[in-house]
């Protein structure tokens, strides 16, 4: 079963918005990763948020953790054309030795 | 460096052959991970190797086996390849022993189809 579920599945939006992507878990967790993928490619980290960490920045990116609601939202703000991907939110769960990825969410940055 | 590689890019297969994808790091990263993705999913893993010389089922291990020959290379293998084994393989790396604790580097990944 997956560890984390992305919502939404899929979000479309222009060039210039900002896109909010959310992650839910359901166990205790070591640390949050999100993951980048572009078609037909291998995933690319984008940043790690630890479970004693609330809040983190990395360029545009803005990474959120509620462990108490066990959710995380990635916040892309001024989006462009180039960060239409396919995101993964990936868990690092206590008393597991390998992350467990979400299904991902699909943006589409619109021109 | 080149990172994660891996081979082939492509590969078709009849049900019943076998063959061995391929996964090399130049990172000199302590674990490797063997992922599949199917459309529309996330990816679940099959088999890790925390370290040279160690493997372990994933989460959905059943028809695939694996070798960690050396700490840069660790090949996937299906004896006897099932549609139900079409999917894009990926194989990633990371530094620490006990994964999860940092990111994770993956190869462009192999796109399996089993007729």
């Known amino acids: 079963s997956q560890q984390g579920e992305e919502d939404p599945q899929a979000l479309s939006i222009q060039e210039g918005e900002n896109a909010t992507m959310n992650c839910s878990y359901k166990t205790s967790i070591n640390n949050l990763q999100w993951y980048r993928q572009n078609s037909g490619r291998g995933l690319v980290h984008l940043i790690l948020?630890?479970?004693?960490?609330r809040e983190k920045h990395s360029g545009r990116l803005r990474v959120t953790l509620d462990t108490s609601k066990k959710s995380s939202s990635l916040l892309i703000t001024a989006s462009r054309a180039a960060d239409t991907a396919s995101y993964f939110c990936a868990t690092d769960a206590a008393g597991r030795r390998a992350l467990t990825f979400g299904s991902g969410t699909r943006l589409q940055v619109q021109p | 460096n080149a990172g994660v590689t891996q081979t082939p890019k492509f590969q078709v297969l009849k049900t019943g052959q076998s063959m061995t994808l391929q996964c090399a790091q130049d990172m000199n990263h302590n674990s490797m991970y063997w992922y599949r993705q199917d459309p529309g999913m996330g990816l679940r893993l099959i088999y890790y190797?925390?370290?040279?010389?160690?493997?372990d089922k994933g989460e959905v291990p059943n028809g695939y086996n694996v070798s960690r020959l050396n700490k840069r290379e660790f090949s996937l293998r299906l004896e006897s390849a099932a549609p139900s084994q079409t999917s894009v393989y990926f194989c990633?790396?990371?530094?620490?022993?006990?994964?999860?604790?940092?990111?994770?580097?993956f190869g462009p990944g192999t796109r399996l189809t089993v007729l």
């Open positions: 948020i630890r479970s004693n960490e």
């Open positions: 990633a790396s990371s530094e620490a022993r006990t994964s999860g604790r940092n990111e994770q580097f």
């Open positions: 190797s925390a370290s040279e010389g160690t493997t």
